[in-house]
Nanobody
């Protein structure tokens, strides 16, 4: 059974930074692409960033391009999301998942406000 534990969320002022981490288990991590999603209040869940199994290709939503960076550590079965220049509209619960999978973790709340 796939299992994801997200961490690193919190409150930050506009312009600040946060680094999210996701510990994955229950599947062969190094062979699978991974993704970060987010869901803001009253909105549908949206794809934020994805990374291929080897980390060679990374894709980002237009809204976060140039500000967020996804990375992975296949030795530790973790995927991270570095978020810089945060904006109030980045406020959401952030989730990681295996890109081709159907299971979700509990997510981690990110709140950007002054």
């Amino acid at each position: 059974q796939e299992h994801f534990v997200e961490s690193g969320g919190g409150w930050v002022q506009p312009g600040g930074s946060l680094r999210l981490s996701c510990a994955a288990s229950g599947f062969t991590f190094r062979f699978n692409a991974m993704s970060w999603y987010r869901q803001a209040p009253g909105k549908e869940r949206e794809l934020v960033a994805s990374i291929t199994a080897t980390g060679g290709i990374r894709n980002y939503a237009d809204s976060v391009k140039g500000r967020f960076s996804i990375s992975r550590d296949n030795a530790k079965n973790t995927v991270s999301l570095q978020m810089n220049s945060l904006k109030p509209e980045d406020t959401a619960v952030y989730y990681c998942k295996r890109t081709m999978g159907n299971n979700w973790g509990q997510g981690t709340q990110v709140t950007v406000s002054s």
